[in-house]
């Protein structure tokens, strides 16, 4: 039983580190805040989808402390601060409470990255309404903005996770 709390926690600190690495691989960066990046959140959803949907909240949670205090901030408000860090990376493990099938890895992720864009543009709307353009809907403008980078990185990190996770799974299993 030790052991595999040992090797939980292990993992979900080598998950984070990669997942911060990786985050700093841009390859793509909005003018507010956002960007696309090295699928960044593959190593949090591998984590999620082997040890379950709480555990791979609470290290999505811990990532997003760690990567506001290393990244990029574009606010210090605390509710962007809750909602684009704490909320927006803790939902990430959500997908660990599907089912670790190629539909589940699937439908998880999509799940999880429409719960982190979710967040994202329920900040926006509150706390960056001002960049909305003149007469536009905060609300409105927060869902294009936000979708205009999500998309493209949440469809990078479901093909990576397709790629590598069997592979992951088979290498994690082997050195048990």
Known sequence: M??????MIAEAG??????????????????????IKAASMVPLMIFAYRWG??????????YGILHFLLGFK?????LSIILDYLV?????????YFKDNTTGLI????????LRWFASVTSGAVVFASYAPQG???WIYSMIYNASYM??????????????YQGVKRGLRRGA
Do not use: W
């Open 88 to 96: 927006a990376y803790g939902v990430i493990g959500v997908c660990g």
């Open 136 to 138: 536009q809907n905060p």
């Open 151 to 164: 998309v493209p990185d949440g469809i990078l990190n479901i093909i990576v996770l397709l790629f590598v």
């Open 53 to 62: 949907g709480t555990r791979g909240i609470l290290a999505g949670v811990v």
């Open 74 to 78: 574009s606010s210090i408000h605390y």
């Open 2 to 7: 030790e052991h595999s709390k040992t090797r």
């Open 107 to 114: 439908s998880g992720s999509i799940v999880a990255i429409a």
């Open 14 to 35: 080598v998950a984070i580190a990669i997942a911060q690495v990786l985050s700093f691989i841009t390859l793509f960066h909005m003018p507010q805040g956002g960007s």
